[in-house]
């Protein structure tokens, strides 16, 4: 069965420090991998994805997430945090037609 | 325009009520989506619409009815709710499967049952 894992809860960094999100997948096939943003009190933002192509995928507000087939992961990364990139972030694996399997979801703290 | 309208966006619901939740899109997208989402949990898919047939529904419980009247528009009818029913419900679209295509989602409705 398709599905994907964020292993960490909460990742907590410094404003202006990288920052990374980690999504390992387990597939049979070629995943499409998904990256959604969510915000407090808010729906999920749809970030970036990877179908086919380059490993490096870039996204939305500065985010970009690297394909790596033989580590099975799609982590999400950005240079340079910013307290407003605090927010709820779900990996998310497509599951059949028109279906996603999503990780728990990562909290992420930027500190000022 | 890439907005998902729903609303309202609170509802406060006793367990005899029927209340609709209410989702529009104008991105021409074909499938919509309705998900149900608990605190800081990720969404858990609930039904599909695809060219406003109703194609996935995942084991959802009859008190909750789905409506597609046009490609645009997305209702979700709720009798009879129950308590663990209450949850963020989140309307999504698509333009076409997903794995192609991304979703979009609107803010939700914050629903209470009492």
């Known amino acids: 069965a398709q599905s994907v894992a964020q292993p960490e809860d909460q990742v907590n960094v410094a404003e202006g420090n990288p920052l990374t999100v980690k999504c390992t997948y387990s597939v049979s096939g070629n995943p499409y991998l998904f990256w959604y943003v969510q915000y407090p009190n808010r729906g999920l933002q749809f970030l970036l994805k990877?179908?086919?192509?380059?490993?490096l995928v870039k996204g939305s507000y500065g985010f970009e997430a690297e394909f790596n087939k033989s580590q099975t992961s799609f982590h999400l990364k950005k240079p340079s945090a910013l307290v407003s990139d605090s927010a709820l972030y779900f990996c998310?694996?497509?599951?059949?037609?028109?279906?996603?399997?999503f990780g728990k979801g990562n909290q992420v703290v930027v500190i000022p | 325009d890439t907005e998902v309208t729903q609303t309202p966006k609170h509802l406060v619901m006793g367990m005899t009520n029927k209340k609709s939740l209410k989702c529009e899109q104008h991105?021409?997208?074909?499938?919509m989506y309705w998900y149900k989402q608990k605190a800081k949990k990720p969404p858990e898919l609930m039904f599909v619409?695809?060219?406003?047939?109703?194609?996935i529904n995942e084991s959802v419980p009859s008190r909750f009815s789905p409506e597609c009247p046009n490609s645009s528009l997305l209702n979700l009818h709720l009798h009879a709710l129950q308590p663990e029913d209450s949850a963020l419900y989140l309307c999504?679209?698509?333009?076409?499967?997903?794995?192609?295509?991304?979703?979009?989602f609107g803010p939700g409705t914050r629903l209470t049952v009492t």
């Open positions: 999504a679209s698509s333009q076409g499967n997903l794995g192609d295509y991304e979703q979009y």
């Open positions: 619409y695809s060219y406003e047939k109703l194609s």
């Open positions: 990877y179908i086919t192509g380059d490993n």
């Open positions: 991105m021409g997208h074909r499938a």
């Open positions: 998310a694996v497509r599951r059949g037609n028109n279906r996603l399997a």
